[in-house]
């Protein structure tokens, strides 16, 4: 008996008074691996879990879905905008026009951070005048002035994004577009006169 409880030890554990093995190898002998199989609710919890993945899934298609078809419906709309069409686009033109020229032509100094933020304005000016040129056209849009005014903004949305990709003016393809740009523009100036 007391071989025994050299091995045993007694510890407090709140009012309860227990018997632990000293070593590690009692602790092994004594333990038995025990075996539960999951409960019905527990493989439920798993199927819940990937259907709850699934469903998030879907509601996400969904939400795109719907996006997608709600910007395809407000296409539709504006094929009659308000105001006369001509008026509207050529202030539209005379806006965008302004503001690029503003934009490009702007000098801050020779501060780095200066002329990057000359730089992104001017490419902001082309690419956002070009995306609010093409959305003053509407089906009432007299059609010469609405293929010119669509031809200029696509010229001003390439150049801008070939600024923001790096390409330099001096570089033959972006020379072209701003040739390119420049005639379109003055085809839609003397449309609006």
Avoid at 69 to 85: M, R, V
Avoid at 134 to 162: K, W
Avoid at 167 to 188: C, F, H, Y
Wanted: proline share 4%.
């Amino acid at each position: 008996m007391q071989k025994m409880l050299k091995s045993v030890r007694i510890t407090n554990v709140g009012r309860y008074s227990r018997l632990m093995p000293d070593t590690t190898e009692d602790v092994q002998a004594h333990s038995a691996s025990t075996f539960t199989v999951p409960t019905i609710w527990q493989r439920l919890g798993r199927f819940a879990a990937l259907f709850a993945v699934l469903l998030a899934v879907v509601a996400v298609a969904l939400s795109i879905w719907a996006l997608v078809a709600a910007s395809s419906s407000k296409a539709g709309d504006s094929a009659a905008l308000p105001g006369d069409p001509k008026m509207r686009v050529c202030n539209a033109f005379e806006t965008v026009s302004r503001g690029v020229a503003l934009q490009t032509h702007n000098d801050l100094g020779a501060d780095p951070i200066a002329q990057a933020a000359v730089a992104g304005n001017a490419r902001l000016a082309l690419v956002g005048g070009g995306d609010y040129l093409l959305r003053q056209v509407d089906t009432n849009t007299p059609a010469q002035l609405a293929d010119a005014v669509r031809s200029f903004a696509r010229d001003l949305q390439d150049i801008g994004m070939n600024a923001l990709a790096g390409v330099q003016n001096s570089d033959p393809g972006q020379a072209a577009r701003l040739a390119e740009g420049d005639s379109a523009r003055k085809q839609v100036a003397d449309l609006c006169k």
